[in-house]
């Protein structure tokens, strides 16, 4: 049973009940997931924009764990792909069944027809069914011969990968990776932190079982819709505007990036920004805001030079670059 109070967040639309079953979608993953704070807070952030993530951490970091948690934390329908290399575009989308009853074919859907789609290590199978992902992204929608089925509301897709450096993994092409709104790097936990994941397991933790770790449904899509209605609302001035587009210029003037950031990159930093300040509490944003989402927002829309890369430059430090050198609207 979901808590009265968040049930009535999507009934009133009050502004601070709304907020606070947010704020306590982020405090049930945390009882399954330790030290991941800038993660969870990504996840709630895609969620009030209706947009998709890719985390990215070598493997046993509780890539998937973050994911399954928030499902627990969520009344929606959720789904699992395990991505392996043979793993075909129809196994994610669905297709045409031939029924001998009737002698017709008949749609049989895929997992992607779900509210949230967890699509475990992405990079592991090839191109072809990685792109099978793309309507569905971005249109909300799969074609199977010649039909577009719309896919249910909310519907968001938490992917998760391996370095590239890992073996068997296929990068993801920028036309995929330009349609997650979030990259989140997870990293290994500090020390402080690995004790407590340790203690917690010896405590009789079983990542198996979220609903015995005391992760509850504590938001469903009424939540969502009033909590996206409120950031809608946030204020942008038009300095703020300006500053994101001088951020996202500058990343395309940059002589370490042979892919500066798309109109489109422009458009996602300023609806996270948007996200963020409503989630602090304020209803119009400020520098700060835009600042706090500038990495996890773009780091996967540029694409480094060979030369930089070999020099240790990475995407991050090229965009904390960038914004130290912007100036920011007073």
Known sequence: MMDPTTDNAG?????????????ALRAEIAKAVV????????????LLCRGHVLLEGVPGVAKTLLVRALASALELDTKRVQFTPDLMPSDVTGSLVYDTRTAEFSFQPGPVF?????????????PKTQSSLLEAMEERQ???DGTPRPLPEPFLVAATQNPVEYEGTYPLPEAQLDRFLLKLTIPLPSREDEIDV???????????????????????????????????????????????????????ESPSLTLGV???????????????????????VIPDDVKALALPTLRHRVQLRPEAEMEGVTADSVINAILAHVPVPR
Not at 35 to 46: E, F, H, M, N, S
Not at 262 to 284: C, F, I, Q, V
Request: glycine residues 6%; contains cysteine.
């Open 114 to 126: 779900t509210n949230l789609l967890l699509a475990d290590e992405i990079n592991r199978t090839p």
């Open 11 to 23: 009934q009133t639309g009050d502004p601070d009940t709304t907020r606070a079953s947010l704020e």
């Open 35 to 46: 030290g991941q704070d800038p993660a969870v807070t990504g996840l709630v952030v895609a």
């Open 262 to 284: 798309s109109p489109r990159g422009a458009t996602a930093l300023l609806a996270t920004a948007r996200a963020w300040a409503w989630l602090t509490g304020r209803d119009y």
């Open 198 to 252: 340790l203690t917690r397991h010896a405590e009789g933790f079983d990542p198996r079982d979220l609903r015995a770790a005391g992760v509850r449904p504590v938001a469903g899509a009424a939540d969502l819709a009033a909590a996206r209605a409120a950031v809608a609302k946030t204020t942008v001035s038009p300095e703020i505007t300006a500053y994101v587009v001088d951020i996202c210029r500058a990343t395309r």
């Open 142 to 144: 799969v074609t199977v």
